[in-house]
């Protein structure tokens, strides 16, 4: 699932608003020694570096490309690891922004270049006055709060400046995987929920709703550009039941198709035919376990009723729906584990995948578990590396992991078809 990287996007965006010379280098369809080259042609005074999971590694050896190349250049780092290990990352980096940094990260930039500092110069700036700054030199280390634009504050933002990516290697990707044109947006921010196995880095608790003037003025650039599907990338786009329905209503006249992650609470057959009306093709239902125990230890605020109950409803409705389940959570037994394969296994689902926890911080699985190895990360998505001793044998879980979705593959067409009878009550 490659998607044009919607945060620089907004960053761009707001640094151009600024006047501020900025370029994207999108390294998704490129090798490192390309992108080295045009960074290095270039010349930029500051670089940028947004991380994720799996990405770790990768943005390290470029801030070690830019110190050699680019001695002066001040070299900052951005995304969800950053704001979970700005310690980790201020070794590679002379600062890192945490959490959002649509205002405070654009504004350094402005009073950067306003001032005509170079990096030995940093200290000129009272850093102490950008949210989500982390800085340490030495014995001094500069730790800024975040926080979370309001959504008075986010209707003002300009839209993503989508400008500098390969629009037409994404669309072909996507083309020749699906048969649609697929790029993501983003409608809401934030979660309310605490899920134990969850820290949200970036947008926290606090759930905010963008304007749905300003989503369609997007989704209209989007067509634009050629793309005829969406990812709504939002972590609870059905939670808000009324922004849903007013959404759906808007976009059935519109000809594109959408995704999205759902809860699997609140949703009934009238809300699964709005959606399919208004063009969603699939969901996708952090279901995580086929054990109500375990939902329990995940403080998981729904039931295996509920995840029964919105497959049902979605594949009624027409809508294909894939799950995602985690399988060797602190406390469980191989007796619940085999009952999330079992349970996957029941479901109609078009599509499932198994990850082991990774106890980020700030989730409270993470104040749960020893030896972490804060070194250690995933280079692929729904890798099965345990990153803290658990009590579970890695290779008997990737072996359970991988014989269960052979079956799943195996049983896949005789469900391709199949409408089922909520089991639980």
Known sequence: MLYSPLGVASLAGQLRRLGIETRIFDCTFKTYDYVKGEIIAYHPDIVGVY??????????????????YLPDCLVVAGGPMPTLYPERYSQYFDIVFRG???????????DYFRQKLTRSQLQQIPVQ?????????????????????????????????????????????????????????MTTYGCPFNCDFCSKPVFGNLFRRRNLDTVFAEI?????????????????????????????????????????????????????????????????LGLESGSQATLKLMNKKATLEDGLNAVYHFRKAGIEVAAFFIVGYPGESRASIEETFNFALRLPLNDMSFNVPFPLPGSKLFERVSNIDSEKDWDIENEVTFVYQSEF????????????????????ISRKSQIFQPAIK
């Open 100 to 110: 959002e940094a649509d205002l405070s990260f654009p504004r350094f930039c402005q």
């Open 393 to 412: 044998d890695q290779a008997w879980l990737k072996r359970r992991i991988d014989q269960t979705m052979q079956a799943f593959e195996e049983n896949k």
């Open 51 to 68: 991380s994720m999971i799996s990405l770790s590694r990768n943005s390290f050896q470029l801030a070690e490309m830019v110190r050699q």
């Open 129 to 185: 006055g950008y949210s989500g700054l982390f800085s340490k030199n030495g014995a001094v280390t500069i730790n800024n709060p975040c926080i979370h634009y309001t959504e008075a504050e986010i209707e003002t933002f300009p839209l993503p400046d989508r400008n500098d990516f390969d629009h037409a290697a994404y669309q072909r990707e996507w083309y020749q995987t699906t048969g649609f044109k697929t790029t993501s947006i």
């Open 220 to 284: 209209e650039m989007i067509a634009n550009l050629g793309y005829d599907s969406l990812w709504i990338g939002d972590d609870n786009f059905t939670l808000s039941i009324s922004y849903l329905k007013s959404f759906c209503n808007r976009i059935a006249g519109h000809n594109i198709g959408w995704t999205c992650l759902s809860r699997s609470t609140g949703i009934n057959g009238e809300i699964a035919g709005l959606m399919k009306t208004a063009g969603c093709k699939r969901v996708y």
